[in-house]
């Protein structure tokens, strides 16, 4: 089924508690995959995962078998950052405190509402009216996988080991401003209260995220030694968690087997059992999905989506997400710090040839500065540039090269989409006097480059987990960020991001994010290609596919089925 843009949701709100944000100083990790006209409303529609929500009934077939391209890394939650395969069964074998509300789309496919936090483990939590304590209440009778009763002591547990370990995880406490083991008071079996170094607008949205996960205790401490102080070697390659699904099996860069865990507290699910397969060729996924080999790919791309949609035994999910495309332009990199030769190269893109031949219709546009739709805050209102080879012409003249001149425009190697725009921007560069030559380079080679900023232009994507467009903007377009290779720094910019970045001013945050999306379109350090869709295959039986808008697009399997 082809979804050309994020449509309206059908409206129809149940449940959900409607979180009151509480901001610290920045956080110290990039959580950030690599590979909103006011904003528009967050995903609205019809609630169906919550504590009032009846489990799925058990079908017939209850198992359920994927193909992901990516292998699992690890699966200690608190240092998991690798592929989304790997996300995909931390978020299935764990549970969170709290979790986004889970919402319907129109097109028949679960998404989940980033800006309404309900509970999960924690049945319940409140934040005080100075936004700088929060109470978790966590829910009674629980248990782990082996039958340890979850109470607040685990989970004060694995907040201390969060941040005594200085994982994945503590990014997320840091950003919200709990970076010590006394921000964390255990009041009694079934209370924990977090204390908060200033109300923070983003606190709630960090700890709902799938590295903030209760850990078993029991199980974890017999293997915490003098020489690996935090179990790490021991919870990289087993689980112990309490969430809809067990470890049953995992045989590296090929199988995981999860099996349902009948106590969970939602009610067990449909499913008894997912087997993953780690299929890295496209085409072989796509000829065991046509097979009846397995039930659900992957990571499709563009090009194979109409010969699938022409399958009757099997539907397509297109689902618009937040994953930027962007052309980098370095500012160390001569003459690319003439502002005017970047306006050049705007008007120069062919952005909707890059929509249709690359994307296929299956990607928005973009037309924002370091922001994508569906972000709030997100607007058009800056955006100027459309493909104009006149305009470009005259800009680049005026930026003293009447004449053009030769540059190389790098992409990752084995990226299909990457290298086929690439072709069409190099393309109509050349129309304006620009050589190009594109250089795939291996992804190490590439990531290295692009670090050290000597990358004159490149293509790269990026999806930040927190659906928050300063998050965004402080990884990405703030002086020393990590994913700024274009090594952009503007002083406006930065320090608009360290005074709004925490702030719980909702009003001030949206001028601020305003106002650097108006500078980025103006300065253009990157020029946004498109939003891209995730897509998804699978047989015409499977049903119940839930998509995480978060940024993380990990996968969970309690709530799909099979008929």
Partial sequence: MKQRAFTTLTIIVLLGLLVTACGTPAPTASPVVEEETPAPPAPTATPVIGEETPAPTAPEDTTLIVAFSGTVEQLDPNYSLGSPTAQTVVSNVYDQLTEFETLMHEEGYLVDDTERIIGAVAESYEISPDGTTVTYHIREGLTFHDGTPLTADAVKFTFDRIVESQGIGFSYVDLAGARTTDAFELVDDYTLVMHLEVPNSLAMKALTLQNIVPVNPELLTPYMTDDDPFGRAWLSVNEAGSGPFLLEDWVPASTVV????????????????????????????????????????????????????????????????RKMVILGLSEDVSPFDNVKVRQAIAYAVPYDTILEQVYKGYARPNRSGFNAPGTPTYTEEYWVYETDLDKARELLEEAGYPNGFATTLAVKAGIEEDEEAAVWIKANLEQIGITVNVESKPLAAWLTEARAHTLPMYISTHAFWLNDPLYGYYFGVRTGGGPNYANYSNQEVDELIAEYFPSTDIEARTAASRRIQEIVAEELPVIPLASVNVNVAMRENVHGYYFAFDGTHVTRFYTMYKE
């Fill in 258 to 321: 999860l099996s349902r865990f009948d106590d969970y507290w939602k009610g067990p699910a449909a499913l008894e059992k997912v087997i993953i397969k780690i299929i890295p060729s496209v085409a072989d996924r796509i000829l065991a999905l046509e097979a009846g080999e397995v039930d659900m790919i992957m990571d499709v791309p563009p090009r194979d989506i109409a010969r699938l949609e022409a399958n009757p035994e099997i539907k397509m999910i297109s689902a618009p997400s």
